[in-house]
């Protein structure tokens, strides 16, 4: 990939003012199972969404933990552009703590709410929780790696 070229799609969204769509500028790539994200800041935390389908469900018709692990995974790196921290390059996910602590249902879209710990020069803390609506449907803490050139 060519470090000059987005491998995602970062945009006003019309139909959500306020929110930022966030794509994989690649469909045949792993995040494009998760569907289209939406991104904003809210307070001082990003703020990134996902809209569940049945392709996330499991066999009890709620949001399958893989597929909430898949995107708390992709929501750090989107929590970090959201942060001004991550533009154009690649980074990796070092750690991904997570703590399932209700279902999540796949009538509502569920919501990962990411505050920024701590940024050093190559690393990037967060921590949060997903939400749908008022429930609480998991927390988590991630590190992620940036991108040095050589």
């Not at 703020?47 to 009890?60: D, I, K």
């Not at 749908?132 to 050139?149: E, I, N, P, Y």
Request: charged share 25%; hydrophobic share 45%.
């Amino acid at each position: 990939m060519n470090e000059a070229t987005p491998a995602f799609i970062y945009e006003d969204d019309p139909a959500l003012p306020g929110w930022k769509r966030w794509t994989l500028d690649d469909p045949t790539r792993f995040n494009a199972l998760l569907g289209p994200l939406w991104v904003r800041m809210e307070e001082g935390q990003a703020r990134v969404r996902m809209v569940p389908e049945r392709r996330h469900s499991n066999l009890g018709d709620k949001v399958h933990g893989g597929a909430l692990l898949g995107f708390i995974d992709v929501a750090l790196f989107a929590a970090a552009r959201a942060h001004g921290l991550l533009d154009v390059g690649p980074a990796v996910t070092l750690d991904l703590s997570v703590q399932f602590i209700g279902a999540g249902s796949l009538d509502a879209p569920v919501e990962a709410e990411v505050e920024l710990l701590r940024e050093t020069g190559r690393l990037i803390f967060l921590r949060g929780l997903i939400v749908q609506g008022d429930a609480r449907v998991a927390s988590f803490s991630g590190t992620v790696r940036k991108f040095t050139k050589k």
